[in-house]
């Protein structure tokens, strides 16, 4: 009888030193896995960042050569002001960044 007991004692220990492996290697990959995560949101923060200051970018461009021709046509400038009230609704420019271009294309 003493070795039932013995026996059962042991597998309650096994059982717990199994559950507390699980447990710890369940923690561990919700740990990897909320890094993962985060680095992936990261790098897409990042990304859009980087299309948004190549849009930025591109619009400068466009001002300094539509300054540099005659007046842009009104199609043209339609179309410019529209892209760079866009590029203000998504707060990619400031509100003073926007009057600004806004005068340059104008002529103002």
Do not use: C, H, W
Not at 79 to 105: G, H, M, N, P, V
């Amino acid at each position: 009888m003493p070795d039932l007991a013995r026996m059962a004692r042991r597998q309650r220990r096994r059982r717990t030193i199994a559950g507390v492996a699980f447990t710890a290697s369940a923690v561990s990959s919700a740990r990897a896995n909320r890094a993962a995560r985060k680095r992936m949101e990261a790098e897409a923060e990042m990304m859009e960042n980087a299309q948004q200051q190549a849009v930025l970018a591109q619009s400068v461009q466009d001002d300094s050569a539509s300054t540099q021709s005659s007046a842009p046509a009104g199609d043209d400038l339609a179309a410019k002001l529209k892209q760079l009230k866009s590029l203000r609704d998504q707060d990619l420019i400031t509100e003073e960044e926007y009057q600004a271009k806004k005068q340059q294309l104008l002529g103002i």
